[in-house]
Protein backbone atom coordinates (compact mmCIF):
# COMPACT_ATOMS: atom_id res chain seq x y z
CA UNK A 1 0.00 0.00 0.00
CA UNK A 2 1.51 3.51 -0.73
CA UNK A 3 1.23 6.11 1.39
CA UNK A 4 -0.05 10.06 0.72
CA UNK A 5 0.47 12.65 3.02
CA UNK A 6 -1.69 15.70 2.73
CA UNK A 7 0.27 18.37 4.77
CA UNK A 8 -0.75 22.11 5.52
CA UNK A 9 1.98 24.40 4.48
CA UNK A 10 0.45 27.74 5.93
CA UNK A 11 -2.60 28.47 8.23
CA UNK A 12 -5.75 28.75 5.74
CA UNK A 13 -7.22 32.51 5.58
CA UNK A 14 -10.38 32.92 6.83
CA UNK A 15 -13.80 33.78 4.84
CA UNK A 16 -15.17 36.60 7.37
CA UNK A 17 -16.16 39.71 6.40
CA UNK A 18 -14.72 42.55 7.33
CA UNK A 19 -16.46 45.48 9.42
CA UNK A 20 -14.57 48.09 7.71
CA UNK A 21 -13.96 47.60 3.94
CA UNK A 22 -16.44 44.49 3.71
CA UNK A 23 -13.85 42.29 2.61
CA UNK A 24 -14.27 38.75 2.93
CA UNK A 25 -11.02 37.39 3.81
CA UNK A 26 -8.82 37.51 6.74
CA UNK A 27 -5.59 36.44 7.87
CA UNK A 28 -4.10 35.45 11.96
CA UNK A 29 -1.18 37.63 10.58
CA UNK A 30 1.17 36.34 13.06
CA UNK A 31 -0.83 34.23 15.39
CA UNK A 32 -1.31 36.64 18.31
CA UNK A 33 -3.68 35.84 21.26
CA UNK A 34 -4.82 38.77 23.32
CA UNK A 35 -5.30 37.49 27.50
CA UNK A 36 -7.74 39.71 29.33
CA UNK A 37 -7.89 39.31 33.06
CA UNK A 38 -10.86 40.40 35.48
CA UNK A 39 -10.85 39.16 38.60
CA UNK A 40 -10.50 35.60 38.41
CA UNK A 41 -11.97 35.27 34.96
CA UNK A 42 -10.03 35.13 31.59
CA UNK A 43 -11.20 36.34 28.11
CA UNK A 44 -9.09 35.03 25.48
CA UNK A 45 -9.23 36.17 21.68
CA UNK A 46 -7.50 34.97 18.38
CA UNK A 47 -6.65 38.56 16.82
CA UNK A 48 -7.18 38.28 12.60
CA UNK A 49 -6.36 41.10 10.27
CA UNK A 50 -8.10 42.15 7.30
CA UNK A 51 -5.61 41.47 4.09
CA UNK A 52 -7.52 44.05 2.13
CA UNK A 53 -7.51 47.29 5.09
CA UNK A 54 -5.15 45.58 7.94
CA UNK A 55 -8.27 45.81 10.38
CA UNK A 56 -7.78 44.03 13.30
CA UNK A 57 -10.36 41.66 14.68
CA UNK A 58 -10.83 39.32 17.77
CA UNK A 59 -11.93 36.24 17.57
CA UNK A 60 -13.39 34.55 21.03
CA UNK A 61 -12.06 31.64 22.45
CA UNK A 62 -12.33 31.49 26.07
CA UNK A 63 -15.32 34.08 27.67
CA UNK A 64 -15.05 34.96 31.03
CA UNK A 65 -13.80 31.54 32.02
CA UNK A 66 -12.55 31.01 35.36
CA UNK A 67 -8.42 30.66 35.36
CA UNK A 68 -8.31 27.62 37.59
CA UNK A 69 -10.25 26.20 34.58
CA UNK A 70 -7.48 26.48 32.33
CA UNK A 71 -4.17 23.90 32.20
CA UNK A 72 -0.64 25.71 32.88
CA UNK A 73 0.92 24.71 29.50
CA UNK A 74 -2.45 25.90 27.69
CA UNK A 75 -2.37 29.53 29.60
CA UNK A 76 1.29 30.08 28.94
CA UNK A 77 0.58 29.12 25.62
CA UNK A 78 -1.82 31.91 25.24
CA UNK A 79 0.79 34.13 26.65
CA UNK A 80 3.63 33.20 24.52
CA UNK A 81 1.59 33.15 21.60
CA UNK A 82 2.32 29.61 21.18
CA UNK A 83 2.39 29.09 17.43
CA UNK A 84 0.96 24.91 17.95
CA UNK A 85 -1.69 26.70 20.26
CA UNK A 86 -2.69 29.51 17.28
CA UNK A 87 -3.02 26.58 14.77
CA UNK A 88 -4.74 24.43 17.16
CA UNK A 89 -7.48 27.29 18.13
CA UNK A 90 -7.96 28.17 14.50
CA UNK A 91 -8.47 24.43 13.40
CA UNK A 92 -11.06 24.31 15.81
CA UNK A 93 -14.97 23.82 14.43
CA UNK A 94 -16.59 25.09 17.40
CA UNK A 95 -14.35 28.44 17.36
CA UNK A 96 -15.40 28.95 13.74
CA UNK A 97 -18.76 27.93 14.25
CA UNK A 98 -19.14 30.30 17.53
CA UNK A 99 -17.16 33.09 16.06
CA UNK A 100 -19.30 32.80 12.25
CA UNK A 101 -16.12 32.13 9.92
CA UNK A 102 -15.15 29.04 7.41
CA UNK A 103 -11.86 28.39 6.64
CA UNK A 104 -10.13 29.04 3.08
CA UNK A 105 -7.35 26.27 2.20
CA UNK A 106 -6.73 27.67 -0.97
CA UNK A 107 -2.38 27.28 -1.66
CA UNK A 108 -2.21 26.09 2.17
CA UNK A 109 -1.79 22.81 1.67
CA UNK A 110 0.31 20.47 -0.80
CA UNK A 111 0.35 16.43 -1.65
CA UNK A 112 2.97 14.49 -0.62
CA UNK A 113 3.11 11.38 -2.98
CA UNK A 114 6.26 8.21 -2.90
CA UNK A 115 8.62 10.10 -5.87
CA UNK A 116 8.30 6.73 -8.09
CA UNK A 117 5.44 3.70 -8.24
CA UNK A 118 6.71 0.92 -7.10
CA UNK A 119 7.32 -2.06 -9.55
CA UNK A 120 4.43 -4.66 -8.47
CA UNK A 121 1.63 -5.90 -10.37
CA UNK A 122 -1.42 -3.72 -10.86
CA UNK A 123 -3.68 -2.54 -9.03
CA UNK A 124 -1.99 -0.40 -6.78
CA UNK A 125 -3.77 0.15 -3.27
CA UNK A 126 -3.21 4.13 -1.90
CA UNK A 127 -3.68 5.01 1.51
CA UNK A 128 -4.30 8.61 1.79
CA UNK A 129 -3.55 10.07 5.36
CA UNK A 130 -4.40 13.66 6.38
CA UNK A 131 -1.98 15.65 8.93
CA UNK A 132 -4.77 18.54 9.24
CA UNK A 133 -8.28 18.66 8.60
CA UNK A 134 -7.92 19.67 4.83
CA UNK A 135 -11.14 19.55 3.18
CA UNK A 136 -10.69 18.51 -0.50
CA UNK A 137 -12.58 16.79 -3.11
CA UNK A 138 -11.03 13.05 -3.49
CA UNK A 139 -11.53 13.19 -7.08
CA UNK A 140 -9.21 16.11 -7.52
CA UNK A 141 -6.59 15.33 -4.99
CA UNK A 142 -6.32 12.02 -6.82
CA UNK A 143 -6.21 13.54 -10.57
CA UNK A 144 -2.94 15.92 -8.58
CA UNK A 145 -1.38 12.98 -7.22
CA UNK A 146 -1.21 10.67 -10.59
CA UNK A 147 -0.88 13.76 -13.15
CA UNK A 148 -4.69 12.91 -14.99
CA UNK A 149 -7.13 14.48 -15.78
CA UNK A 150 -10.38 13.88 -13.62
CA UNK A 151 -12.28 11.71 -15.93
CA UNK A 152 -9.13 9.62 -16.19
CA UNK A 153 -9.74 9.12 -12.39
CA UNK A 154 -12.93 8.09 -12.41
CA UNK A 155 -12.36 5.29 -15.02
CA UNK A 156 -8.91 4.00 -13.32
CA UNK A 157 -10.13 4.28 -9.71
CA UNK A 158 -11.55 2.28 -6.97
CA UNK A 159 -12.90 4.24 -3.73
CA UNK A 160 -13.92 3.52 -0.41
CA UNK A 161 -15.70 7.04 -0.25
CA UNK A 162 -17.62 9.38 -2.60
CA UNK A 163 -14.96 11.20 -5.20
CA UNK A 164 -17.40 14.34 -5.73
CA UNK A 165 -17.99 14.88 -1.78
CA UNK A 166 -15.14 17.00 -0.10
CA UNK A 167 -13.14 14.88 2.52
CA UNK A 168 -11.39 15.86 5.27
CA UNK A 169 -10.12 12.44 6.77
CA UNK A 170 -8.32 9.73 5.53
CA UNK A 171 -9.08 7.12 2.80
CA UNK A 172 -7.76 4.35 0.33
CA UNK A 173 -8.21 3.95 -2.62
CA UNK A 174 -7.27 1.33 -5.44
CA UNK A 175 -5.56 2.67 -8.68
CA UNK A 176 -6.38 -0.04 -11.90
CA UNK A 177 -3.96 -0.55 -14.85
CA UNK A 178 -3.55 1.70 -17.07
CA UNK A 179 -4.77 0.83 -21.09
Not at 63 to 77: C, I, K, N
Not at 78 to 97: K, T
Not at 159 to 178: E, K, M, N, Q, Y
Amino acid sequence: MLPWVVRRTRLPLLSMRCVDCRSESATTGAGRFRVNANGKLLDVWLLVRCVSCDRTSKLTVHERTPVTSFDPAELHGYGVNDPDLVAARLLDPLLARRNHFTLDWTGAWRLDTPSAWPDQAWPVQVQVVFEDPVPVRPERLIAQGLGVSRSEVLRRTKCDIPLHRRTSTGFTFTVLAGD
